[in-house]
């Protein structure tokens, strides 16, 4: 059997670290088994539903680099992909239900059902939902009624027991979880399939999809397990076999609670604006509810594929660390070449006016600059966005720092000044060395033969080249600015601190 699984995200909001790992696991599921993945928008929450949310799912996808089979944008066999546009396939389907006698017309108006509602709160009822009110009407009455155009909404019969003392339940079986039975009395008292405007409800639309979309594996959060022996339920109404199911374990906070925007960024967007690499995200994610024990942090999407199966799953809850996403981050970031995240903060450079004004483009040489300077931050940065703001000493000549910023430890003002002038005479041959070893041994070589101490030499130095204390590494400095610019900083040093 060709595995054949779904993403299906209400676009009701920004993508988010959850559906990307529902997502993600499902791609990876599809993949490893040679399948399809299939992205379905469950959309017909049409006051909730925006189109900035779809753009903002394609948009992320596009983004982190991985896709669907099938799906609204690429099409495929079991088109439209988008809920919305299937309303007549789910209301022929509730009709059907009605005519197999699983499922019932409801002619309450919305008044009905909310008095109930206020009645049971009155007398602090612990019932709840729909009073089976319109389940007794008999069906010939009831088709009448719908045919000359009552309003009415269409529900699902739960099965309950023909003769008292019955307690019907449903059971299934979970890949993660195992079985699981539900009492047919806890479930959801006949919930409406299709309401009276024509609209599907999320149970229907889902089963029937999912149906006709021949998805064999349903792999989402735990958050939808109560929905499933209702949606048991509804298949078996229909005569169909239900998929698997595999619920995701929960995404926590460090706190235990359910992750959201209290514990931090939890929308994809908000990673990227803060300068995450999309792999390192999907490395992270993809570590969420699933290990692979082999004591290896790394791995591709490609690696992932090959590993994935549904026994790498836990089942307790997965911690969302963002200590350990930055780690990753870094990670990848000294995994690009030079060229590669110059590319990636480029237009971070550019808007952060690195080049010129703000949103002005390097010229060859700036470029070339940039390109160059990337093995100065690429050991250290964690997030990419504070890559370009490490570099701008290169770029333009620093302010002049307060001139305590120069003084070694114990050092005052001359000290410093005699330091920062013997080691001028050592700045070209600094700046012309070819590597940092080859600087390195020159500048110990002066030290010692002066009698000073090197980082006494080399803290006025570094300020006076860079800006500031701390700063990239400065024999690299050196060498991308040049002797002349390097030499020109410290005389208007010299010059500003006499
Ligand atoms: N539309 C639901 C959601 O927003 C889909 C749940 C499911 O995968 O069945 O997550
Ligand atoms: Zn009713």
Known sequence: MEIRDRYAPSPTGLQHVGGVRTALFNYLFARSGGGKFILRLEDTDRLRSEDVFVQNLYDTFAWLGFA??????????CAPYIQSQRFEVYKKYAHELVGRGRGYYCFCSAERIDKIRQEREAAHSSESGYDRHCRHVPPEEASRRASAGEPCTVRLKIPLGEKPGDEPSTKFYDLLLGDIEWK??????????LKSDGFPTYHLANVVDDHL??????MRAQEWLPSVPLHVILYDSFGWVPPAFCHLPMVMGQDGKKLSKRHGATSIDEFRR????PDALINYIALLGASYEEGKDIYTLDELVQRFS???????PAVF???????????YIRMKSDTELSGLTLNIAVGAGLFGAPGQRPD???????TAAMPLVKERAVFLTEIPEKLRYLFADPAMPAKEEFFPKKADLGVTVELLSKARAVIRSLAEACSDDEAEALIKAFAEKEGLKLGDLMMPLRVAVTGARVSPPLFGSLRLLGAEKSLAR???VLEGLK
């Open 274 to 277: 803060q300068g995450y690499l």
């Open 213 to 218: 979309m021949e998805i064999t594996h349903i």
């Open 490 to 492: 410290v005389d208007r």
């Open 321 to 331: 660390d963002y200590k350990k996403l930055e780690w990753y981050n870094g990670q």
């Open 364 to 370: 060859s040489a700036q470029q070339a600059l940039y």
């Open 310 to 316: 549904t026994e790498k799953l836990n089942t307790a």
């Open 68 to 77: 669907w089979d099938e799906g609204p944008d690429v099409g495929g066999p």
């Open 184 to 193: 047919n009395k806890d479930i959801n008292p006949d919930p409406v399939l």
